[in-house]
């Protein structure tokens, strides 16, 4: 174990102590504390070959990751955070997620990322590469900014898990083979579609046409990317289009090509290629095939009539 503490500093040494200790440790960052004179901070990390565990504590500070403090360093791995005390903002992916005590949060360090703490707080925190979560994960990249509900049995276990862990570790009775192989039952915990928090389906499936209502015209857009910035799982997703009789895709699909026939009938356009990619469609074949099953006229039929 090695054992970290501002405490032994004065006052104007902290912040860079702190600043330094966690860039080695998680990832570069800026390090923003909230109240320098009264802080104080606690680590204490575990190491089992290329996995960390850590024990952490310290008063009001915020954590900011860019694509600059990307490029300076060869960190590539996730965190997986329970929080015992305080509370937390996280943002990454385009999600912010308030992080109580007892949630669990997940995060990238290969992605920009902001995470503030208001006042004191302490956390336990596993670092795993990404290489190892993706052999027990395929679609392990879509996780940063991933939150387990602390009311979840689910996320219950895992936070219990883990605090256990940094006590035996504590004790020096913890092992790599023993957190391995704790790691696949902690990451189908967590993420199981069955177990997803979905207390509002309705609420979820009007959320989620907005997001694509706004994103009509990103022709880039896949199921994937929808999963990674709704956070729901690709089960979920297609069990709350079920509800309406339509998938995502098809759902997307027809907004496009209303948006596409709009554009068209009202003169919005000047040919059929500009609607076509305006609302989305790479492919010109793809569109005028979908938009005749559609509309049984063809795009330069209905052009042609305004």
């Known amino acids: 174990m090695a054992a970290f ?8 040494e902290r912040r860079d102590y702190w600043h330094d200790l966690v860039s080695r440790t998680f990832s570069a960052s800026e390090c923003n504390l909230h109240d320098q004179e009264g802080f104080d901070g606690d680590l204490d990390v575990f190491g089992f070959g290329d996995i ?10 915020s954590y900011d990751r860019t694509a600059r403090h990307i490029r300076s360093d060869s960190f590539d791995h996730f965190l997986i955070h329970v929080l015992d005390s305080g509370e937390g903002w996280l943002t990454q992916n385009d999600r912010r997620i308030r992080h109580v005590p ?40 879509r996780l940063g900014g991933s939150l387990g509900l602390p009311e979840r049995p689910e996320t219950r276990l895992v936070a219990a898990m883990l605090r256990e862990f940094a006590g035996i570790a ?34 979820a499936l009007h959320r989620i046409k907005r997001f694509l209502t706004d994103n009509l015209t990103d022709e880039t857009l896949t199921v994937a990317d929808i999963c990674r910035r709704q956070n729901i799982s690709v089960r979920s997703l297609n069990r709350a289009f079920a509800r309406d009789g339509t998938t995502p895709t098809a759902w997307l699909r027809d907004q496009r090509l209303a948006l596409a026939h709009a554009m068209l009938s009202e003169g919005r356009v000047q040919t059929v290629s500009e609607a076509a990619f305006a609302a989305g469609f790479a492919d010109l074949t793809h569109f005028g095939r979908s938009f005749k099953r559609r509309y049984a006229r063809t795009p330069s039929q209905v052009l042609a009539r305004h």
């Open 52 to 61: 960390d565990l850590s024990r952490l504590s310290s008063g009001a500070v």
């Open 102 to 141: 007892g949630s669990v949060v997940i995060y990238d360090s290969s992605r920009p990322f902001s995470f503030r703490f208001e006042g004191g707080y302490s956390s336990v925190v596993l670092r795993v590469p990404r290489p190892l979560l993706q052999s027990r994960l395929v679609d392990a990249d």
């Open 170 to 203: 504590a004790e020096g009775r913890l092992s790599r083979e023993t957190l391995c192989s704790s790691l696949d039952l902690m990451m189908r915990a967590l993420l199981d579609p069955a177990a997803e928090a979905m207390p509002d389906p309705g609420a």
């Open 5 to 12: 503490s501002t405490r032994h500093l004065s006052t104007r």
